[in-house]
């Protein structure tokens, strides 16, 4: 493809891309492209401006994308989900702490959920003031559609719990 063709750069003309293209965009133009003789050069392309902008990473984590999730002080009681990352990326879960609120007994279960099965993580057994440091086996990947998800067994007025987790993106 000549350069005035290239999708990618059509698309991102006048704009600094490196700083500017984001996981949605870049797999837009990736999931539209038909491997070809012809569009060899756009995909060397997608590849190294993908590099360069932090969109994939040909060795781990991308730099620059960790983060802690949190559901908040939760109350009610039955399934949350803590966190679902976007369309096309794809992140590690690191560690999961559950914070309680009030004193009275507490009981959460972590799962992977692919939106029909739940896989369990975890299970905190009945707890009550102490923060939890859950222990998994790892690592665990997650993406949008096997996320992070939670049953709240037993919480209740003044007795929550917040549940946190600690990712990094992958891809």
């Known amino acids: 493809m000549h350069d005035e063709a290239n999708k990618l750069f059509t698309d991102f003309v006048g704009k600094d891309v490196l700083d500017g293209i984001t996981a949605n965009n870049f797999d837009t133009l ?25 969109q994939i990473s040909s060795s781990g984590p991308m730099p620059g994308t960790g983060s802690v999730k949190t559901t908040g002080n939760v109350e009610a009681t039955g399934n949350l989900d803590v966190f679902q990352p976007e369309a096309g990326e794809v992140f590690r879960l690191q560690s999961i702490s559950i914070d309680p609120s009030g004193s009275g007994s507490k009981r959460v279960i972590g799962y992977l959920y692919d939106g029909t099965t739940q896989t369990e993580i975890f299970d905190t057994g009945n707890f009550t003031t102490e923060a939890e440091e859950i222990k998994f086996q790892g690592p665990l990947f997650i993406d949008n559609i096997t996320y992070f998800r939670v049953n709240i067994i037993a919480a209740g007025a003044g007795n929550g719990s917040e549940i946190k987790c600690a990712v990094i993106r992958e891809r």
């Open 30 to 54: 990736k999931n539209n492209a038909f491997i070809t003789p012809e569009n060899m050069q756009f995909m060397r392309d997608m590849l190294t401006v993908g590099w360069l902008s932090g």
